[in-house]
Nanobody
């Protein structure tokens, strides 16, 4: 059974950090472009970052560039999103999953995605 599980969310103060994990079972993340998206209440899903399968190159939305870092641990079949300097506007449910792309990933979700993990940034 193909499954993705996000974890690592929680409540953090503005300026704080969290590391989200995206663990896969039933398939190998290494061979897919993987992206992180988020959805805040009343808003659409926003692409944040993705990492390409073969090149390992990364891409970031302007809203998180310089604050978030995506990485992959192939041995653990897990993709991470390190989030620093968090702001209240980062509050959302965060999702990971496969995204489309050729040589490089793109912010276009495809296939099955996880249930998400809640991130709340508040003092």
């Amino acid at each position: 059974q193909l499954q993705l599980v996000e974890s690592g969310g929680g409540l953090v103060q503005p300026g704080g950090s969290l590391r989200l994990s995206c663990a896969a079972s039933g398939f190998t993340l290494e061979y897919l472009h993987i992206g992180w998206f988020r959805q805040a209440p009343g808003k659409g899903r926003e692409g944040l970052s993705c990492i390409s399968s073969s090149t390992g190159s990364t891409m970031y939305a302007d809203s998180v560039k310089g604050r978030f870092t995506i990485s992959r641990d192939n041995a653990k079949n897990t993709v991470y999103l390190q989030m620093n300097s968090l702001k209240p506007e980062d509050t959302a449910v965060y999702y990971c999953g496969p995204v489309s792309g050729g040589r490089y990933c793109a912010f276009v979700p495809v296939g099955s995605w996880g249930q998400g993990t809640q991130v709340t940034v508040s003092s």
